[in-house]
């Protein structure tokens, strides 16, 4: 019997749950496809004004740190699960590793071979400020060495001689007692809505794009001309709630308030519009911020139907009012979209491989609604987004909640 | 006795062009009580540890400074290797030559460098070991309030093999959902049954707490049952006190009565509906008048309009302002009871309920018909207001924890979220926090008693021995450091027969040295983060070299 | 330390400021190389004590940098660190140091822009004219 577990996906989800096992003396193996762990999380901003907004980005950084130096996880990085057999208590997983060019363990991001890499863009980038673990990435796809063309620059300058060109994908079989799916989600496309002109018109950004715009710069400028944003209008339910989502994807009410208060706070002359159908302001520390928020930026009853660029550069939005029952159009400089929580395509490989089902909406399916973290594998659990929408908070606590039934097996099993 | 510095000086595989490294040496090496300055490329790697730990023993170095990348990335596998050359972990003190001085400004930065360094030794000088210990802990954990929460809690740490007592204010375990059909549903009675016949699980009804004393691992609480007072001591405590509904008749413009129901009114309607002298032709449900951020009443609206439609065909309307769907099913739900024939109707403004003719009048104006329309109900049911449970407060000064801007237990500050309270070892799961559904209180349960597993499991906790320490001879008790401590981690004890003086658990402790800062005596050392420690790094700054 | 090198110390939290300046260096968003940052657990460590001996070693200004209100992990500490603050530049003005030269600062860990501001605009302020 295997006292070890494993965790599938490295973000939010993935690192709570991995942490609650290995605190609790089990060795954990957490594999993330990326180079790097934290997931969606660890690329989000604090949406701060002067006060905390309790968006909950800000407890990520501590716990990859945590996961990082844990003796008890193994972190395996651009690596997915292949095969599974085996079950309950003695699951053989079969992990595929991409090749690892640039073994994390030998890096130590002194960036000197992205200085030397001769393309353009460079195949060699350096990690996301955030990236745990903080290594430099190949990108195969520019790399001319992997291309077939001769070009050692960056190997022979690495320091630590980390680049290897040989590396072949490695396949690692992992003996297991139960596992963990946490493998996130997918953010809605934006431009399967073409109507409200995402993909068209460079200030039209999605609630995503914010976050990146505001974690690397801090501010929100106009795409286009750099300058400060002037009026703005959210629009929420950007798929959530329509024809092939059925559900609320339960974060976007919350972030698009939050980051309407944060814009408006930088920028106090500016109108800020949330466009909404019901406007999701429950949950604890939200309701004292949302009843400060109606006081300067306007609400508005009814999604926007089309957004068209004009001539001057603006957006004008075409949208029923159906408090007052009125179509109208109003021009903004920048349109936010508040998109939603889709569960990832490839859920059915995985779904597949491990032999557990997917639900109506495409997430995972938990077995009981009174228990979402139990699948119909005896042994295989599910914490975070992949079962369903949920914010940070919620993605942190079902990722424990996981790791007390996997605790339980393998309890068991000693 | 001399103290022996190293210094190790890190260029990151000669990338820090902008430092000049033998400078920094040259210089360093003339810094007080420095023994060994090193230049080194890959300190992080296990090489570079390697030829470091050599140097360290066979200089006889007892203090290591080093100069290299964030110590968020390798402060930890610097400690332990400092344990393997035969040092204790606590003798180490970094200096970031990297992300904030090389990569952080333009051209070149010598001084600066030399400077952090000189910095991280002054610092080192008054460094003092730190020993791990075991700590017992007590492995018996305190469970308050027998709902649904509380008796899953119970149930689950028993299972683990954790011995707990569950205590419950009113005469019977149960709780708020005893009687109710809820989605999803729960298992009230078997969970009732499986805790009276669990051998570890000590059930105290009709019981309260009174007084509540220590800090993690070492609770002393008093709990008052009938006449009697009994003490225990635990480990650690879960609250799952619930919620308090309740009715604000101003909100309704109505009082409960006859037509405007409660919750539990429409409840015992739809068990048997054959009792009522006639059927309601129209039942209405209103939202949002109490208050228009919480999610309860909703999902009860949502599933008893179900129920309704089900059982008693009548009309139903869902009168709202927004709809909180923002939980797992509900838009199902919310689908399926529009397909039903479920009305929903929309408002912005208050709606104006009154009584005409034995029935209760709502008129609104609802904004998709862009009308003023009038609805006459049956029966009303009031939306409730989700209100802490009588008594948080109270319970909440016993064990000195702090209740959020609403009155429901655990401080709104998202790092104690999911479940953890300031306090080490207390936890909050379920309702009691909030506005919370079952779904949410469940896997607050697990995460919960997940947590309280690995604190209690193994009945010993290793805690770094006095790393924050009340010197008992400079403590004038004047029960600062008692009040302000953020995590109620310090007590009085008492030293002899006439002298009591505070002191910091070790457990407890979370190392903020907010208490060291403040207390008056000066008598609060914070081992790594002292005055001395401070203050000749603050010193080191800009003397001349 | 000598007056007239402009040197700024910053007293960083090190579950938001400290990390908010390792992601200013990893992004290489140069700023003044006159800041020397020492690490605390919480902004509420750092004494009165602490920030008058800075000052009177010649610090040109110094910065607190801690957590935002409601975010602080030990809950009071950047409060605590706010209020010493405000006692401190009183005591500063009686030995006739202008106040501006010591401000406390609330940021995330993933601002590293605002770190900088901050650094940049302390550094202007306290300039040798």
């Known amino acids: ?414 | ?545 | 330390m000598i007056r007239g090198n402009n040197k700024i110390v910053a007293f960083c939290c090190e579950n938001s400021a400290y990390l908010a300046a390792d992601k200013a260096g990893r992004m290489r968003l140069h700023y003044p190389d006159n800041v020397r940052i020492i690490r605390v657990p919480c902004v509420g460590r750092v004494d009165l004590i602490h920030i008058l001996k800075a000052f009177e070693k010649g610090a040109a200004g110094v910065l607190l940098i801690g957590c935002h209100e409601g975010a602080c992990q030990h809950l009071t500490g950047n409060t605590r660190a706010k209020e010493r603050a405000a006692y401190a530049r009183n005591l500063l003005k009686e030995v006739g140091i202008d106040e501006a030269r010591l401000r406390m600062a609330n940021i995330a860990p993933d601002m590293a822009q605002q770190f900088v501001r901050e650094i940049e605009d302390m550094t202007e302020k306290t300039k040798e004219r």
């Open chain 1, 1 to 414: 019997m295997e006292t070890s577990s494993l965790v599938i996906g490295g973000g939010v989800a993935g690192v709570a749950a991995a942490l609650a096992l290995a605190d609790n003396g089990s060795q954990v193996y957490l594999i993330e496809t990326e180079p790097s762990i934290g997931g969606w999380a660890a690329s989000f901003c604090c949406k701060a004004t002067d006060v905390c907004t309790k968006c909950s980005v800000c407890v990520v950084p501590q716990k990859l740190q945590q996961v990082a130096i844990h003796p008890h996880i193994s972190i395996l990085t651009d690596s997915m699960v292949a095969g599974l057999s085996g079950g309950i208590g003695n699951f053989k997983v079969e992990v595929l590793q991409k090749p690892q060019y640039i073994p994390p363990e030998r890096c130590i991001a002194c960036g000197m071979c992205a200085e030397v890499c001769p393309t353009e863009p460079k195949a060699i980038r350096s990690p996301s400020p955030e990236a745990v673990p903080y290594s430099y990435v190949l990108d195969e796809s520019r790399c001319l060495r992997l291309k077939g063309e001769t070009c050692d620059l960056c190997r022979d300058i690495c320091p630590t001689n980390a680049i290897d060109f040989n590396h072949e994908p490695e396949k690692k079989e992992l003996g297991v007692g139960a596992i963990i799916v946490a493998t996130g989600f997918e953010v809605f496309d934006a431009r399967e809505m073409g109507c409200l002109g995402y993909g068209r018109y460079p200030n039209v950004l999605t609630g995503l794009d914010l976050e990146r715009i505001f974690n690397r710069e801090g501010y929100l400028k106009l795409p286009s001309n750099g300058k400060d944003p002037k009026k703005v209008a959210f629009v929420q339910c950007i798929g959530s709630r329509d024809e092939s989502h059925g559900y609320c994807s339960q974060v976007c009410c919350k972030y698009a308030i939050r980051f309407a208060r944060l814009i408006k706070y930088q920028n106090p002359n500016a109108e800020v519009t949330i466009f909404y159908i019901d406007l999701q302001t429950a949950g604890k520390g939200f309701a004292q911020f949302y009843e400060e928020c109606q006081k300067n930026i306007r609400f508005v009853r009814g999604l926007p139907v089309e957004v068209l660029g004009t001539s001057s550069g603006e957006l004008e939005v075409r949208f029923e009012n159906i408090s007052e029952g009125t179509v109208k159009r109003e021009t903004f400089d920048v349109v936010a979209l508040s998109v939603g929580i889709s569960p990832k395509k490839d859920s059915w490989d995985l779904a597949r491989t491990l032999g557990i089902n997917l639900g109506e909406c495409g997430f995972f399916d938990a077995k009981e609604p009174l228990n979402s973290n139990e699948t119909n594998v005896e042994g295989i659990f599910l914490a975070g987004t992949c079962q369903g929408p949920r914010d940070i908070p919620d993605s942190i606590a079902h990722g424990m909640a996981a790791a007390q039934s996997a605790m339980e097996v393998l309890e068991r099993c000693k």
């Open chain 2, 1 to 545: 006795m001399q103290i022996r510095i190293g210094v190790f000086l890190c260029d990151c595989g000669k990338s820090l062009s902008n430092i000049d490294f033998p400078k920094v040496s040259e210089r360093a090496e003339k810094l007080q009580d420095v023994v060994h300055v090193g230049l080194h490329s890959n300190l992080c790697l296990k090489e570079g540890i390697e030829e470091m730990l050599s140097t360290i023993r066979d200089g006889a170095i007892d203090r290591v400074v080093i100069a290299a990348c964030s110590p968020k990335l390798k402060e930890d596998a610097f400690r332990n290797a400092l344990e393997e050359a035969g040092l204790n972990s606590n003798f180490l003190s970094l200096a970031n030559i990297r992300e904030q001085c090389s990569w952080a400004h333009e051209g070149d930065v010598t001084e600066k460098a030399l400077e952090l360094t000189a910095m991280a030794v002054e610092r080192a000088r008054f460094l003092k070991p730190l020993v791990k210990k075991d700590v017992p802990v007590n492995k018996e954990v305190l469970v308050v309030g027998g709902g649904f929460a509380g008796m899953k809690v119970a149930l689950d740490l028993a299972n683990l093999g954790l011995r707990t007592t569950l205590v419950e204010r009113g005469l019977a375990l149960g709780g708020r959902l005893e009687g109710f059909e809820t989605n999803p549903a729960v298992p009230i009675n078997s969970m009732r049954k499986a805790i009276e016949e669990n051998r570890d699980i000590e059930v105290l009804t009709s019981a309260e707490l009174t007084r509540g004393e220590g800090e993690v691992g070492d609770f002393s609480i008093r709990i008052k049952k009938g006449d009697e007072e009994l003490s225990r001591s635990f480990g650690a405590i879960i609250f799952a006190t619930g919620y308090r509904p309740e009715i604000s008749p101003g909100d309704f413009q109505l009082r409960p009565g006859v037509n405007l129901i409660s919750q539990e009114k429409l409840t015992e309607i739809l068990k048997a509906p054959e009792r009522l002298e006639l059927r309601p032709k129209t039942i209405g449900f209103v939202l949002d008048v109490s208050d228009e951020n919480c999610r309860l009443p909703t999902l009860s609206a949502l599933n008893d309009a179900l129920a309704v439609k089900e059982r008693l065909g009548s009309e139903v309307y869902v009168f709202c302002k927004s709809l909180k769907v923002d939980s797992e099913g509900v838009e199902e739900v919310y689908r399926e009871a529009r397909d039903r024939g479920v009305v929903f109707v929309k408002f912005e403004e208050r709606p104006r309920i009154c009584s005409e003719d034995g029935r209760v009048k709502v008129e609104l104006n609802d904004i998709l018909l862009g009308d003023e329309i009038t609805v006459f109900c049956d029966f009303l049911v009031a939306e409730e207001r989700i209100m802490p449970s009588e008594g948080t407060e109270a319970l909440s000064s016993i064990l000195k924890m702090r209740i959020d801007s609403r009155g429901f237990c655990q401080d709104e500050n998202v790092h104690l979220y999911p479940v953890s309270c300031e306090r080490k070892g207390i936890f909050c799961v379920g309702a009691c926090r909030g506005d919370l559904d079952i779904a949410r209180a469940s896997t607050d349960v697990a995460a919960a008693v997940l947590s309280t597993y690995e604190l209690l499991a193994s009945g010993t906790a290793i805690v770094e021995a006095e790393r924050v320490k009340v010197d008992p001879e400079k403590c004038r008790v004047c029960l600062t450091c008692i009040r302000v401590c953020p995590h109620g981690a310090i007590r009085l004890v008492r030293v002899d027969t006439e002298r009591e003086v505070a002191q910091i658990s070790d457990l407890a402790c979370e190392g903020c040295g907010i208490c060291a800062a403040i207390c008056p005596a000066k008598a609060i050392d914070f081992e790594g983060y002292g005055d001395e420690q401070i203050l000749a790094e603050v010193q080191a700054i800009g003397e001349s070299l």
